[in-house]
T-cell receptor
Framework: EPEVTQTPSHQVTQMGQEVILRCVPI?????FYWYRQILGQKVEFLVS????????KSEIFDDQFSVERPDGSNFTLKIRSTKLEDSAMYFC???????????FGQGTRLTVV | GENVEQHPSTLSVQEGDSAVIKCTYS??????FPWYKQELGKGPQLIID?????GEKKDQRIAVTLNKTAKHFSLHITETQPEDSAVYFC?????????FGAGTTVTVRA
């Protein structure tokens, strides 16, 4: 069964450092997302990406965040200057169309120290 | 934006009993309502979904109902088993964005 893969599974970084979280969506999917989940809390929408551009972003997705689809397979989330409160699980998701099932990756646990 | 409320936050049931989780949404334009199960250390996995043109959907022990007028939808798990223990999230989607509820931690007691 096709799946969304995320790397790394766990990333520890120092406050102020840049991190890049990587995702490989399912190959024929057209809509890509990043969500985050702070420990014990709800899954929060960060950003959606379609047709090589951001289609929507949340208030959380401020100037320190950026997304990119550098080639035909990868979808990345960059956090430029990490803060302690960025510590969370980050999930990538993809959908074939805008209203079909969203498939989630296993997540990257980001720990900012 | 869309606001999804989910209740209860925790639910403990005896094995074999039923579990019901309820969600409400705020945006009447939302038209797709998935339910996700999340096990420890894993990403959310879709277990069932329903669209706004359907009132009820069933898949073996799992069923979902949708009341568009009242803007609420529910997940029903019958004959619960220990492997049903997990966190369950409801979500509502308009166009392409999924908005999640806060989650329900379900514990099935043997």
């Amino acid at each position: 069964e096709p799946e969304v893969t995320q790397t790394p599974s766990h990333q520890v970084t120092q406050m102020g450092q840049e991190v890049i979280l990587r995702c490989v969506p399912i190959s024929n999917h057209l809509y890509f997302y990043w969500y985050r989940q702070i420990l014990g809390q709800k899954v929060e929408f960060l950003v959606s990406f379609y047709n090589n551009e951001i289609s929507e972003k949340s208030e959380i997705f401020d100037d320190q965040f950026s997304v990119e689809r550098p080639d035909g397979s990868n979808f990345t989330l960059k956090i430029r200057s990490t803060k302690l409160e960025d510590s969370a699980m980050y999930f990538c998701a993809s959908r074939q169309t805008g209203d079909t099932e969203a498939f989630f990756g296993q997540g990257t646990r980001l720990t900012v120290v | 934006g869309e606001n999804v409320e989910q209740h209860p936050s925790t639910l403990s049931v005896q094995e074999g009993d039923s579990a019901v989780i309820k969600c409400t949404y705020s945006d009447s334009a939302s038209n797709y309502f998935p339910w996700y199960k999340q096990e420890l250390g894993k990403g959310p996995q879709l277990i069932i979904d329903i669209r706004s043109n359907v009132g009820e959907k069933k898949d073996q022990r799992i069923a979902v109902t949708l009341n568009k007028t009242a803007k609420h939808f529910s997940l029903h798990i019958t004959e619960t088993q220990p492997e049903d223990s997990a966190v369950y999230f409801c979500a509502a989607s308009k166009y392409y964005k999924l908005s999640f509820g806060a989650g329900t931690t379900v514990t099935v007691r043997a």
